[in-house]
Nanobody
Framework: QVQLVESGGGLVEAGGSLRLSCAAA????????MAWYRRAPGKQRELVAH???????YYVDSVKGRFTISRDNAKNTVYLQMNSLKPEDTAVYYC????????????WGQGTQVTVSS
């Protein structure tokens, strides 16, 4: 059973930055892909960024050039650096362990709220 704990959310003005962290336990972290998803009010959950065990990354078009996913295998942690934040980035952000690009796994963190004010 994978345990995931997100942190780093908060309230920020448009144009600001936040860095989310997700610490994983209960898995061989370096062997698995990781991803960040988000769910905005009234919208479906969407994949934001994905990183393979080899470090290859994928981003949804709306965050390309603004968000960066990275991982530190020594710390069993995945990060999401979010720059140039927009009000439409407001959502609860969740990390997911060992997803594919088309389907998340059943291993979710508790989520962290990101609110971007205009």
């Amino acid at each position: 059973q994978v345990q995931l704990v997100e942190s780093g959310g908060g309230l920020v003005e448009a144009g600001g930055s936040l860095r989310l962290s997700c610490a994983a336990a209960g898995t061989i972290f370096s062997n698995i892909a990781m991803a960040w998803y988000r769910r905005a009010p009234g919208k479906q959950r969407e994949l934001v960024a994905h990183i393979t065990s080899a470090g290859r990354t994928y981003y949804v078009d709306s965050v390309k050039g603004r968000f960066t996913i990275s991982r530190d295998n020594a710390k069993n942690t995945v990060y999401l650096q979010m720059n140039s934040l927009k009000p439409e980035d407001t959502a609860v952000y969740y990390c997911n362990a060992d997803p594919t690009l088309t389907r998340p796994s059943a291993s979710w963190g508790q989520g962290t709220q990101v609110t971007v004010s205009s």
